[in-house]
T-cell receptor, first 113, second 116 residues
Framework: AQKITQTQPGMFVQEKEAVTLDCTYDTSDPSYGLFWYKQPSSGEMIFLIYQGSYDQQNATEGRYSLNFQKARKSANLVISASQLGDSAMYFCAMRESADQLIWGAGTKLIIKP | EAQVTQNPRYLITVTGKKLTVTCSQNMNHEYMSWYRQDPGLGLRQIYYSMNVEVTDKGDVPEGYKVSRKEKRNFPLILESPSPNQTSLYFC???????????????FGEGSRLTVL
């Protein structure tokens, strides 16, 4: 069974609009962490945001926020006021055991001018 | 500059010819890991290391070896590469294990390997 599911293989969004990238996860571990990474066409992996399972508030980092709905096991990434430079692959990942990250297949986001 | 450095960045080789992809970090990180990235599959962990002389298998260790003789270096060895090991490989490191903090992984730039 998939542990991390990103249901949107690709998305087109108009510049300056907000974007929501979906991520659902499956775990029975009460302690876990959720991550989002960005991979531009140049290939590097850029850390965006982290949410711990016990965190009371949704994580935010600048234009990025994580909409954490624990009961639904979803951890959607929200990008406000999208920019052309946001065009990239976006990966959701979950830390379940102490030392492994499990990755989703990714969503390719294209921002249209 | 704090970084994770991988070499080579690009490599084309033939089946059976041993190769090593080097990885070095200058942040005094204890945790290091290797991933491979294939289209539609995200990243899959090959091996990881919690500290010097400590290595463990990830999800897809078959066909790979690693060593951690020094804290800063974590080479990935393909003893007898096969075409199904054609992939994009990432080395990553973090201060402690992923449970010690936010677990942010710092990634190298990637090594694109083609095995003919």
């Amino acid at each position: 069974a998939q542990k991390i599911t990103q249901t949107q293989p690709g998305m087109f969004v108009q510049e300056k609009e907000a974007v929501t990238l979906d991520c659902t996860y499956d775990t029975s571990d009460p302690s876990y962490g959720l991550f989002w990474y960005k991979q531009p066409s140049s290939g590097e992996m850029i850390f965006l945001i982290y949410q711990g399972s016990y965190d009371q508030q949704n994580a935010t980092e600048g234009r990025y926020s994580l909409n954490f709905q624990k009961a639904r096991k979803s951890a959607n990434l929200v990008i406000s006021a999208s920019q052309l430079g946001d065009s990239a692959m976006y990966f959701c990942a979950m830390r379940e055991s102490a030392d492994q990250l499990i990755w989703g297949a990714g969503t390719k986001l294209i921002i249209k001018p | 500059e704090a970084q994770v450095t991988q070499n080579p960045r690009y490599l084309i080789t033939v089946t059976g010819k041993k190769l090593t992809v080097t990885c070095s970090q200058n942040m005094n990180h204890e945790y290091m890991s290797w991933y491979r990235q294939d289209p539609g599959l995200g990243l899959r962990q090959i091996y990881y290391s919690m500290n010097v002389e400590v290595t463990d298998k990830g999800d897809v260790p078959e066909g790979y070896k690693v060593s951690r003789k020094e804290k800063r270096n974590f080479p990935l060895i393909l003893e007898s590469p096969s075409p199904n090991q054609t992939s994009l490989y990432f080395c990553a490191s973090s201060f402690g294990g992923l449970a010690d903090n936010t677990g942010e992984l710092f990634f190298g730039e990637g090594s694109r390997l083609t095995v003919l």
